[in-house]
């Protein structure tokens, strides 16, 4: 396979972890919280840890060889099976890239979002990483940046967060994080404007019929309503953070300095929103990334049974899980990623 980007090329990667089996973190998030770690449920989701970051790793050393630097994020503590000596990888604890130190200690993705660009030696281009993503197929760089563009798509949606969604999923900010990731923009762009630049934004051949549906319908109305996010291995360039920095730079600080993720945050989708309504995005939808939500044992063991028909896939928890039925499905996808990803990484002591 040839690909437009140089494999030599610096891309680096930007994975945040949490261990929330630290004695010192559960200490201290129930001492600025003021409440038992488990008592929302919502929260027990959040943290829950199905131990599927040893094999994100060898995921990315078998199928991304071509990675620069794995930049890790951390409240301070590593996995005692971490190799620290390996070349390729950048301990970051949150004190060493935050611009403020008014949120410590943090707890929150979005304000460690805010502070990416500070991060000491981040490449131009990387990809942010969660930690229940896995890279399942062998990929190339032109999979994520085509020339200095990252890859991505631009597909509009009816808005979430509606009366039903609500009265379901009460305590969800989700919807509210992302709707706040695209109202700054519609300020400073023109959606008009960039469909008379290009159309090839809004109707690539690689979209599906209806995602080109759904944009024709949404492309009469003058604003973004709701851009789907993205929830896989998201493309980013540091330069463009620092555009979005200067332009939202109070909105920006204000999340960065956020302890507990709350509904007026923002968060990384702002920097990734801003690359597709200024048209700095190379448009291709490559429909690679499979969810798998950890809702029920029955509906989850046939998708853990299957997680090698796709290309990433994200093992998400649904806050809807049991504590009986987790102890039951981690140790089958313990066992299914076990046989996926037997040997050991460059990433892992041996």
């Known amino acids: 396979m040839e690909s437009s980007t140089a494999v030599n090329e610096h891309i680096d990667i930007v994975l945040p972890w949490v ?24 929260d ?32 301070g503590h590593v996995p005692d099976w971490l190799n620290l000596d390996n070349q390729r990888l950048k301990i970051h604890n949150h004190e060493n890239f935050f611009k403020s130190d008014h949120a410590f ?41 085509e020339g200095n563009k990252p890859v991505d798509a631009l597909v509009q949606d009816i808005p979430r967060g509606g009366w039903l969604y609500r009265l379901l999923r009460t305590k969800d900010v ?16 023109s959606k008009h404007d960039l469909i008379k630049t290009s159309r090839t934004y809004f109707f690539d051949s690689s979209y599906t019929f ?23 291995p998201q493309p980013l360039l540091k330069s463009n953070i620092l555009k979005c920095e200067m332009l939202f730079g109070n909105l920006i600080t204000e999340t960065g300095n956020s302890r507990f993720r709350n509904k007026n945050d923002i968060c990384h989708y702002l920097f990734r929103n801003y ?9 291709k939808n490559h429909h690679d990334t499979h969810c798998i939500v950890l809702s029920s044992y029955s509906e989850s063991i046939p998708e853990i049974e299957k997680i090698e028909d796709h290309t990433f896939v994200c093992i998400n928890d649904s806050e809807f899980l049991s504590h009986e039925e987790y102890l ?22 041996y």
């Open 275 to 283: 690359n597709l309504v200024t048209g700095q995005f190379h448009p």
């Open 210 to 232: 209806m995602e080109r549906i759904k944009n024709h319908v949404f492309n009469l109305t003058p604003y973004y309503l709701w851009i789907r996010p993205n929830h896989a």
């Open 328 to 349: 039951k499905i981690k140790p089958r996808l313990d066992m299914k990623l076990c046989s996926l990803f037997p040997e050991k990484s460059s990433f892992e002591k």
């Open 174 to 189: 989700y919807p509210d994080i992302c709707k706040n990731c695209i109202r700054p923009l519609n300020k400073i762009v």
């Open 105 to 145: 200690p943090v707890f929150s993705s979005d304000a460690i979002e805010m502070n990416l660009s500070s991060i000491p030696g981040l490449s131009e281009k990387f990809i942010y990483f969660n930690d229940d993503e896995l890279v399942v197929k062998p990929i190339l760089p032109s999979r994520f940046f």
């Open 44 to 75: 027990e989701k959040y943290y829950r840890d199905w131990d599927t970051l040893k094999y994100l790793f060898r995921s990315i050393d078998i199928n991304m060889p071509w990675v620069n630097t794995i930049h890790f994020l951390t409240y």
């Open 19 to 42: 261990d929330p089996t630290d004695k010192k973190w559960q200490d201290d998030k129930i001492r600025y919280s003021n409440k038992p770690i488990t008592t929302d449920p919502s």
